[in-house]
């Protein structure tokens, strides 16, 4: 199983960015995928998750009205937009799955997901 995790970079604050996970080897429309992100000196928090059918998600209070994450099953591909950054912002942001359908499982714990992407780095200057 692969997440790769891309479209991070350097923006200014109150900019956008989108990131896009692309993920392998696994049955993507039987998980539900999720974000997250790690500030420097910090503990990697949870941001996002999404359903298998995209028909459910929820965000971290921090990022409700600024970020929406969506889903392309066809591709393969989950995506984080993001509005309205600031410094705060600023991090590795991580893409993760959690299998079997289990609405339970998509929560804010980092134990309950199975794959990890590899991190894709955004960095808000102000």
């Known amino acids: 199983v692969q997440l790769q995790a891309s479209g991070g970079g350097l923006v200014q604050a109150g900019g956008s960015l989108r990131l896009s996970c692309a993920a392998s080897?696994?049955?993507?429309?039987?998980?539900?995928m999720a974000w997250f992100r790690q500030a420097p000196g910090k503990e990697r928090e949870f941001v996002a998750v999404?359903?298998?059918?995209?028909?459910?998600?929820w965000y971290v209070d921090s990022v409700k009205g600024r970020f929406t994450t969506s889903r392309d099953n066809a591709k393969n591909t989950v995506y984080l937009q993001m509005n309205s950054l600031n410094d705060e912002d600023t991090a590795i942001y991580y893409c993760?799955?959690?299998?079997?359908?289990?609405?339970?499982?998509?929560?804010?714990?980092?134990?309950?997901?199975?794959?990890w992407g590899q991190g894709t780095l955004v960095t808000v200057s102000s």
């Open positions: 999404i359903s298998w059918s995209g028909s459910r998600f």
């Open positions: 080897g696994l049955t993507f429309s039987n998980y539900a």
């Open positions: 993760a799955a959690t299998g079997g359908r289990r609405w339970s499982r998509a929560t804010s714990a980092r134990d309950d997901y199975e794959y």
